[in-house]
């Protein structure tokens, strides 16, 4: 009977995990200027964006923390929102990827993450 039980229990543990990995795999994914040409019922649901940090829309505040941005692509443009911790290669024109939701003129991201520029890159002319 107990290891029935604790069979069970692994099963629904495991379950659950694997529910979480696709979920998180399933997310959309999009560009800045893809999903600022959705419809707004389209914009609701949990996506990624993928764009540029704005020059000179950057506004951390340390203290809550809460880091302000405008993230690019073209023409289009996304005011995004993001409390937490600003990570420390964060800055203008670089790229950079969020998770979150739209909500109310404004991109909570809940995920941050930037590509660095890589340090191992050719020199120009070589």
């Known amino acids: 009977m107990r290891r029935a039980l604790a069979l069970m229990v692994f099963v629904a543990a495991v379950g659950v995990l694997a529910y979480s990995a696709f979920s998180e795999a399933a997310t959309r994914y999009y560009a800045v200027d893809e999903w600022a040409a959705l419809p707004d019922g389209e914009k609701a649901q949990f996506v990624r964006l993928q764009g540029e940090?704005?020059?000179?829309?950057?506004?951390?505040?340390?203290a809550l923390p809460e880091l302000r941005f405008v993230l690019y692509?073209?023409?289009?443009?996304?005011?995004?929102?993001?409390?937490d911790v600003?990570?420390?290669?964060?800055q203008e024109d670089m790229e950079a990827v969020v998770a979150g939701r739209w909500d109310g003129g404004v991109f909570v991201a809940t995920d941050l993450s930037?590509?660095?520029?890589?340090?191992?890159e050719a020199a120009p002319g070589k």
């Open 73 to 83: 692509r073209g023409s289009a443009a996304v005011p995004v929102v993001y409390r």
């Open 114 to 120: 930037v590509k660095c520029p890589s340090k191992y």
């Open 86 to 90: 600003k990570p420390d290669v964060f």
């Open 53 to 62: 940090i704005q020059p000179g829309s950057i506004q951390w505040n340390p």
